[in-house]
């Protein structure tokens, strides 16, 4: 039987890759940050995970606008790192779960969603600015990449966030093998790239959208995208994708970690919860 | 739709079709060798690629804030900075009219 022993909520973002890579982890602006990820990765080394599934959004990396998917999924064997134009870092290559992520598109698409589904995979910083930090350099533990568009409108609502992590559940549930899942929703939080409010982040509504996310995440996929974009961001709208992850997490959640820091232009955040 | 949020330009599909041009160039540069060629001869490789005059001398001045106004992806112009040097701090703030 397959079973989800746990969800991630991280923010991803180029500089937490590069800060990782230069080895700031003790730096005083970093070192909230990556103490964080260090509690939440004790807490997952013991849960004894095998398959991580990881809702994320690509940003021109491994796709363009010439055929832009709404949902992908990777389904390969390994998927390799894309280069975002400035060079690849020294990390090697993702594992994938080849059976899982078969079943996961015959489930999804049974439950009627309509992946793109990539056997080959290049994943960016959506994924690995923060996987080395809870998976360990090896990067040993196979993904599932599920990529999600949230660059080119129109793009999918919070609602439709938190039933594809219900997809995700069922999925999980209906894998003949073993497996013991992660879910990782990430993206966000709160950051404006462009225009009059560069640079604006949002500490009370990240804050607040943690708090929502363990409690009350329904209130949160009522939420239009546009009061995401206001409050937080037209790049911040990522944050929706952490509805993903709770909602795989089912009704009740134990929060486990959480820490928020917010020394640059993005909100950091990260929630570990437990079901 | 209204595609201006709190300042910011949302970028739905006909801002991507207006902008597709430059925003194809930029995606050239994940690759190592595009980014070479490029920075090598700048005017013959925007020609490879179609970008109208306007579009070429929004490049050339390195004017972010207008290839964005132009149907630019922020995430293509940080692929352009990359090559020309300027990241994102740079290409942010000159978006909000902060710089010049």
């Known amino acids: 039987m397959a079973q989800i022993v746990g969800g991630i909520g991280s923010s991803h973002a180029p500089t937490i890759g590069s800060a990782y890579d230069k080895g700031l982890q003790q730096d005083p602006v970093w070192a909230p940050l990556f103490s964080g990820y260090e509690s939440a990765r004790a807490w997952l080394d013991a849960l004894r995970p095998d398959l991580f599934l990881i809702v994320y959004n690509d940003h021109a990396n491994r796709f363009f606008f010439d055929a832009w998917p709404t949902l992908a999924l990777g389904v390969g064997a390994a998927h390799t790192q894309a280069d975002e134009g400035w060079g690849k870092r020294p990390l090697p290559d993702l594992k994938g779960d080849q059976a899982f992520g078969w079943h996961l598109a015959r489930s999804l698409v049974d439950d009627e969603f309509d992946p793109t589904i990539c056997q080959e995979m290049a994943v960016d910083h959506g994924v690995l600015s923060f996987l080395p930090m809870l998976a360990g350099p090896e990067l040993a533990i196979p993904v599932v990449p599920i990529a999600v568009n949230v660059i080119q409108h129109p793009i999918p609502s919070a609602r439709r966030l938190f039933k594809l992590g219900q997809g995700l559940r069922r999925a999980v549930e209906t894998f003949p093998d073993d497996r013991r899942v992660v879910v990782f929703g990430t993206g966000g939080l709160t950051h404006q790239l462009h225009g009059t409010q560069f640079g604006t982040r949002n500490q009370a509504w990240d804050n607040e959208f943690m708090d929502l996310l363990e409690s009350d995440p329904e209130q949160l996929a009522n939420l239009p995208l546009r009061d995401y974009m206001e409050r937080g961001g037209t790049e911040g709208v990522e944050m929706i994708m952490w509805l993903a992850m709770r909602a795989a997490m089912g009704t009740t959640v134990r929060r486990v970690h959480r820490t928020y820091t917010a020394p640059f232009t993005t909100g950091y955040g990260l929630l570990a919860l437990a079901s | ?100």
Not at chain 2, 4 to 19: C, M, N, W, Y
Not at chain 2, 63 to 86: P, V
């Open chain 2, 1 to 100: 739709m209204e595609d201006i949020v709190s300042g910011a330009l949302l970028f739905t599909g006909e801002r991507s079709a207006r902008g597709y041009r430059i925003n194809k160039m930029a995606m050239s540069f994940t690759a190592p060798e595009s980014r070479a060629r490029f920075k090598a001869d700048e005017e013959a490789y925007m020609q490879a690629f179609g970008l109208t005059a306007a579009e070429k001398a929004l490049v050339r001045q390195r004017d972010w804030k207008a290839m964005l106004d132009a149907g630019a992806s922020i995430y293509l112009l940080l692929k352009i900075g990359a090559c020309t040097g300027h990241a994102l701090p740079h290409i942010g703030a000159h978006t909000a009219g902060r710089i010049d």
